[in-house]
């Protein structure tokens, strides 16, 4: 059996959530390879080949491969797929893409947001906003996977000694044309990838409150800053800081919520941090069933005692 990771990158360096698919798939048995398909990406390859429990680095390289278009890709993976026992993708937006276009092609199930390798074909994945975890077992022949990465630890990017094989790229799909992107410029640290976090939530009240009160303690803890979707649909806070079932999976070394009351739906995308602090005034808010710390106070009053005190 051997296992292929689709890696994440920006065709110099590997995402974060490569490393955490390559954890996973070093649980399923056999050897780790890793696809790299990209456009003047041998940088991303080369990271690749370095890291621990890699055996093999596929790289396929074209201009139609350069933005990671779901189309091109798909083809790609699907031409060299009966190679592999477990294709895995990071269940990330660019994962979620691809995955069920290659199961679809490949005629098999997908299985998404798996937290756990129990054997080569069995595996758990949350379910009900991770209320309850289910056991499923696949007898595909080629099993596709989506990684929650917040399930597993992230391999060590270096001590690695991988081979890297070329292998030819596929024409483009003439029907999908890249256009452009506006990539966000943000001086924090990436959300899916903080160490801490500070959530703030509809009990701000506005935007310029949100702002005023949340981004102090985010500059004092060196944060990213995070939001509930109620904060969200307000307006209060663009749509990449929404955390929960419907935002980012997060899981921090720590965790501040202030003025969440923890819908399921938001502790679904936070209640794997490691350390959760909670700051809310009402006592019978859920987020303090699975705070580590709770506060039961005023957040404008208590965020900036805290940012003094800091």
């Not at 680095?57 to 592999?84: K, P, R």
């Amino acid at each position: 059996m051997t296992a292929l990771v689709i890696a994440e990158h920006d065709n110099a360096s590997i995402k974060g959530a490569t490393l955490n698919t390559v954890t996973a798939a070093s649980q399923c048995g056999g050897e780790v390879h890793v696809l790299v398909a990209g456009h003047n990406a041998g940088a991303a390859a080369a990271a690749a080949a370095q890291i621990a429990g890699v055996s093999k680095v596929i790289h396929a390289d074209a201009e139609g491969l350069a933005h990671g278009l779901a189309e091109n890709m798909t083809a790609q993976i699907v031409a060299i797929a009966g190679n592999y026992s477990h294709l895995l993708f990071p269940a990330t937006a660019s994962g979620k893409n691809m995955a069920p276009r290659v199961a679809a092609k490949l005629d098999v199930a997908q299985m998404s947001d798996v937290t756990k390798v129990i054997s080569a074909d069995t595996f758990e994945r949350p379910i009900y906003a991770g209320n309850a975890i289910a056991t499923v077992q696949s007898t595909d022949a080629t099993k596709v996977l989506t990684v929650r990465t917040t399930g597993f630890d992230p391999a060590a990017s270096t001590g690695g000694s991988a081979s890297v094989e070329t292998t030819a790229a596929l024409a483009a799909n003439a029907n999908v044309t890249y256009l452009g992107s506006e990539i966000v410029k943000n001086d924090r640290p990436e959300l899916t990838a903080a160490k801490i976090i500070v959530s703030g939530g509809r009990a701000l009240g506005s935007n310029e409150k949100f702002m005023e009160v949340m981004t102090p303690l985010a500059d004092k803890l060196g944060a990213a800053m995070g939001a509930s979707r109620a904060a969200v649909d307000a307006g209060y806070a663009p749509n990449d800081w929404q955390v929960g079932q419907t935002g980012k999976i997060v899981a921090p070394q720590l965790y501040v919520a202030c003025g969440i009351s923890g819908a399921i739906q938001h502790l679904a995308g936070m209640k794997d941090s490691k350390v959760i602090v909670a700051i809310n005034k009402d006592p019978e808010a859920p987020i303090f069933s699975v705070a580590d710390y709770g506060l039961e106070a005023d957040l404008f009053a208590a965020v900036p005692e805290l940012v003094n005190a800091l």
